[in-house]
């Protein structure tokens, strides 16, 4: 199934409430929360604050990505803020099967989330803890990258590996629907995309995630054309 997450990175961040309610009525399907500290990645963004004050504002799921090292201290805060899937990188510390494990204890979806330059090897062995694996599509920490085309052999690689477990494959970075049409076509069905969606203001949203949706199911190409 088809899945389009709005990333609040690239929200009003002035205004989240009423950004979360637009992408929620113009047709997204889960809400992207990059969570980042600084240290794993070069920026800084907020904790599971934020994420309790957005919970009332949607019941849509709450996909939060946790760009930060170590996460085992917040996993628990994060999930009590109204996290429903939960992301750490295999990048962020030596034992991150331990994070899956608390991730999935806590009642909550566990994913595993890759940079673009990791080899898809190093998720191999937490498949069978996990519900979602995030290829990153742009070097993470900042929002309005452009998409890294070769990050798709990696996206390739993972939907060999899974074999047939229900995962999910989530596509993170440059997401546009120029772009996305490659990134089903590697084997992703949950589409993050910040600008792709929040760029034109609030009245393009509907169109915006409308155009991602009908990419990522085969509908336009990388020029936006129909093939």
């Not at 990505?65 to 939960?86: N, Q, V």
């Not at 898809?120 to 062995?125: I, K, L, N, Q, T």
């Not at 949203?205 to 409308?210: L, M």
């Amino acid at each position: 199934m088809t899945i389009i997450a709005p990333s609040i990175l690239s929200a009003d961040f002035s205004r989240l409430g009423e950004e979360v309610r637009a992408v929620d009525e113009a047709g997204g399907d889960w809400i992207h929360l990059d969570v980042m500290d600084g240290h794993f990645v070069p920026n800084i963004t907020f904790g599971p604050a934020l994420v309790k004050a957005l919970r009332p504002h949607t019941k849509k799921h709450f996909d939060v990505h946790l760009m930060i090292s170590p996460a085992d201290p917040y996993l628990a805060a994060f999930a009590d803020a109204g996290a429903d899937t939960i992301s750490v990188h295999v990048e962020a510390g030596p034992h991150i099967h331990r994070s899956l494990q608390t991730i999935r204890a806590l009642g909550k979806r566990a994913g595993i989330a890759l940079n673009p330059g990791t080899p898809a090897a190093m998720v191999e062995p937490l498949l069978d803890m996990v519900d979602l694996v995030v290829c990153m599509t742009v070097n993470p920490g900042f929002g309005g990258q452009s998409f890294l085309p070769s990050a798709l052999e990696t996206v390739s690689r993972v939907r060999t590996m899974i074999a047939g477990r229900p995962i999910d494959i989530e596509v993170d970075g440059g997401i546009t629907p120029a772009t996305v049409a490659e990134a089903a076509r590697a084997g992703a069905n949950v589409f993050v995309a910040g600008s792709g969606v929040f760029g034109g203001g609030p009245e393009a949203y509907a169109r915006n995630i409308a155009a991602i949706r009908e990419g990522a199911n085969g509908e336009t190409g990388r020029d936006g054309l129909r093939c």
